[in-house]
């Protein structure tokens, strides 16, 4: 139930999105290319986000480039 509280963890560090050109995935309805997001979890392949919903989503690293 970790995930519940994600949303009040601390920035663990911020990110930019570089792209949303999904292969599987829909994406561009929640994430802004150039927009920058803090990370609050983070796993070896996805980072865990507020996105544009508002809601705490997990989207693969390969749109995003730290900063």
């Known amino acids: 139930m970790i995930h519940k509280t994600w949303e009040n963890n601390k920035t663990i ?3 930019k999105c570089v792209h949303v050109d999904a292969k599987k995935f829909t994406v561009q309805n929640v994430l802004t290319t150039g927009k ?9 392949e996805f980072y ?19 900063i």
Do not use: A, R
């Open 13 to 15: 560090k911020q990110i």
């Open 36 to 44: 920058t997001y803090d990370v609050k979890n983070e796993s070896e």
């Open 48 to 66: 865990f986000v507020i996105d544009d919903s508002g809601k705490m989503g997990g989207f693969y690293k390969e749109y995003f480039e730290e």
